[in-house]
Nanobody, 122 residues
Framework: QVQLVESGGGLVQAGGSLRLSCAAA????????MNWYRQAPGKQRDLVAT???????AYADSVKGRFTISRDNAKNTVYLQMNSLKTEDTAVYYC????????????????WGQGTQVTVSS
């Protein structure tokens, strides 16, 4: 089984910064895209940022210029650097790994982390 373990969430004041990490483990051969989603209370889960295996990135308009996604393919880890945080960034942030190939499963699958809470106070 593949596990995605997130860390780095917490409470920060508006204007501050946080860095989220998500490490994937489980006899992984390769991962296609890695994504960060977020879900605020009472709202749907939205894509925040995505990064391909080659390093191409894309961002939601609401975070462009403030958030940076990166990955370390050797460590199967994705990061989200969040700067100039706003109260509206408050949400549970989820890591998602797309089209994961493993040593023990012939079928590539998608996996999700358990989520990490980010709270931005005014």
């Amino acid at each position: 089984q593949v596990q995605l373990v997130e860390s780095g969430g917490g409470l920060v004041q508006a204007g501050g910064s946080l860095r989220l990490s998500c490490a994937a483990a489980g006899a992984i051969l390769s991962i296609n895209a890695m994504n960060w989603y977020r879900q605020a209370p009472g709202k749907q889960r939205d894509l925040v940022a995505t990064i391909s295996s080659g390093g191409d990135t894309a961002y939601a308009d609401s975070v462009k210029g403030r958030f940076t996604i990166s990955r370390d393919n050797a460590k199967n880890t994705v990061y989200l650097q969040m700067n100039s945080l706003k109260t509206e960034d408050t949400a549970v942030y989820y890591c998602n790994a797309v089209f994961v190939r493993t040593e023990w499963d012939i079928t590539p699958r998608d996996y999700w982390g358990q989520g990490t809470q980010v709270t931005v106070s005014s």
